[in-house]
């Protein structure tokens, strides 16, 4: 193969209303000392109830468009990873092509929970590769505030909504020098599925169903899980923890992140954190905290950049980046 992918823009959307760990204390039996101890959660978004995970897609897509200087036209793949999509069919991916007005090319979601995003970039990045696409929109949106069990205190403080997106080009590997996607590192393994999963859907209940979760089991899987895709991406590249300029990981714990950072012996300072305000966004929190630190100026074209997340599934990712 003869192509890459290089990222040309990232981009973000948080609905408007804002949840503080204060009012969630006021509804469960919770405090924000323990909120933030155990998690480093301050707040999260909450969308409104005319707000779909194809608006919030759409705006973030809109965003990294803007951002990569590209229009709707450009675009001819769309991968939309949600675990909260609008409707049972069609995709969300379709809802946000026909937002975006965009008739070309083809579109479709992903399904990968909190790792959502890294799959969905390493199929585009596939698509590309092989020449099926030319410029891909992968974007990762969630309302899981639908899915929470707002009684649940051990889950209902974790989560936000939101989204995220990238625009990706194939390039001929002669140009842009060694910026694109690198290397990625995918991994699923369903005997954990009852550690965090829905408790309802289309063939089995009939409901939309609650997020219940082993708190405690999903964190003691987390940081190993992590550690062994990140280590798979740098063997594939032969770069090392001291080669990153930014490690941006799926924003669940600040407890994980740090593990993670302290075991892939990654300095704190190279580590991009969003946990704090937006929460978990799942499939959205990767490219949400992309868009912040590449906006605020950290991220910068020719930065080797690390990813990764873990979730449901479970299901596990990384990827590294020349910016
Ligand atoms: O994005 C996908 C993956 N998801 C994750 O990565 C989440 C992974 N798990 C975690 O982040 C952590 O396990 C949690 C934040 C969910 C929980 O933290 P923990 O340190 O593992 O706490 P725990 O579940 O062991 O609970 C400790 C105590 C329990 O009380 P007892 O049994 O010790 O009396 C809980 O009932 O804290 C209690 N507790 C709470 N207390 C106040 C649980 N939730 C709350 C709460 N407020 N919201």
């Not at 769309?78 to 609008?86: K, L, N, Q, S």
């Not at 989560?159 to 080009?169: K, N, P, T, W």
Request: charged share 25%.
């Amino acid at each position: 193969m003869n192509k890459k992918s290089v990222v040309l823009g990232v981009g973000g959307y948080l609905p408007k209303k804002i949840l503080t760990n204060e009012e969630l204390a006021r509804r469960v039996d919770t405090s924000d000392e323990w909120i933030v101890q155990r998690t480093g959660i301050r707040q999260r978004h909450i969308a409104s109830e005319d707000e779909f995970t194809s608006d919030l897609a759409e705006k973030a897509a809109r965003d990294a468009l803007n951002n990569a200087g590209l229009s709707t036209n450009d675009i001819d793949l769309i991968i939309v990873a949600t675990a909260t999509p609008d409707m049972t069919f069609p995709s969300t991916a379709s809802l946000v092509q026909q937002k975006l007005g965009i008739t070309q090319g083809f579109a479709f979601d992903l399904q990968a929970v909190c790792s959502g995003f890294l799959f969905a970039l390493a199929t585009a990045d596939n698509y590309l590769k092989t020449g099926m696409a030319k410029r891909a929109l992968v974007i990762g949106a969630e309302t899981f505030s639908r899915i929470i069990d707002w009684n649940d205190r051990t889950t209902c403080v974790l989560f936000g909504d939101g989204a995220g997106a990238m625009v990706i080009e194939a390039t001929d590997v002669s140009e842009h020098g060694d910026r694109g996607v690198l290397a990625s590192s995918l991994r699923t393994d369903g005997r954990h599925w009852k550690k965090l999963y829905v408790d309802g859907g289309v063939s089995s209940t009939g409901t939309i169903g609650h997020l219940r979760m082993q708190g405690r089991e999903v964190f003691k899987h987390a940081v190993g899980m992590i550690f062994d895709v990140v280590e798979d991406v740098f063997e594939k590249t032969g770069f090392h923890g001291d080669d990153l300029d930014w490690f941006v990981p799926h924003q669940a714990n600040k407890r994980i992140i740090d593990g993670a950072g302290k075991k892939l012996k990654i300095a704190p300072q190279k580590v991009v954190v969003t946990v704090d305000i937006h929460a978990n966004t799942s499939a959205a929190s990767v490219p949400l905290a992309l868009a912040v630190a590449s906006k605020d100026g950290r991220i910068k074209q020719g930065d080797l950049v690390m990813l990764e997340a873990m979730g449901g599934g479970f299901t596990w990712g990384a990827s590294l980046i020349r910016w």
